[in-house]
């Protein structure tokens, strides 16, 4: 079989495109929504960096290219009906020409829409941002603040601790205290992370590294 017969299944559209989604692989978030010619799609493969085709410009074009923002693609993936393309990503940078995370920055609630900075569709991401946020703000009040004035040591045993209660009720209580003591355990790892100004990112990119 070709290397590329898995273009086979793909049906490109009446101009030769098919939508290409972009997804961060550590943490899950959709990031952005291109299109990509057969030409694309065999480049992005041959050469592990996310290749799409420009409709306005009409011409093949690297993600990153000009910006650093490149993607690395861990894997391609082709939807059920052929007809849409994943690519699973570590994107360097920001993924949007606004500066933005991702491109879709715009939350529409009920009363309409606003933009904001994206904080990340992972729930350890926003929490982790919050957590930033407490950190260049020091609101008086805070927890996560008093935790953070009082460095490292302290931000550690918290950890410790909660690592204990995490063991006692998984061996003594029911899933639902064992889920609360790791919410409250995974809390306090983030908050030792930021005391210690490692990004969430760097865990990310080590639990990558030993899942390939």
């Not at 861990?74 to 939807?79: E, G, H, L």
């Not at 490292?152 to 029911?174: C, F, R, S, T």
């Amino acid at each position: 079989m070709s290397d590329d017969a898995w273009l086979s299944a793909i049906k490109f559209d009446a101009e030769g495109l098919v939508p290409v989604v972009a997804q961060e692989s550590r943490t899950g978030d959709v990031l952005m929504l291109a299109y990509a010619d057969r030409d694309a799609l065999q480049k992005t493969r041959t050469s592990g960096l996310a290749h799409y085709f420009s409709r306005s410009r009409r011409t093949l074009w690297q993600k990153g290219e000009s910006s650093g923002h490149i993607q690395q693609v861990r894997q391609i993936r082709v939807d059920c009906d052929g007809d849409a393309v994943l690519y699973r990503v570590a994107q360097t940078g920001p993924a949007c020409h606004t500066g933005e995370p991702t491109c879709f920055a715009t939350l529409v609630t009920r009363e309409g829409s606003s933009t904001r900075t994206d904080d990340g569709a992972h729930v350890l991401s926003r929490l982790a941002a919050r957590i930033a946020d407490r950190a260049a703000a020091r609101p008086p009040g805070s927890y996560t603040a008093r935790l953070l004035n009082d460095g490292p040591a302290a931000a550690g045993q918290k950890v410790g601790e909660e690592a204990v209660e995490v063991v006692i009720a998984a061996l003594a209580e029911d899933e639902g205290r064992v889920a609360e003591e790791a919410a409250d355990l995974l809390y306090h790892l983030l908050v030792l992370l930021q005391a210690r100004d490692v990004p969430l990112g760097r865990v990310w990119d080590e639990l990558e590294a030993r899942f390939t």
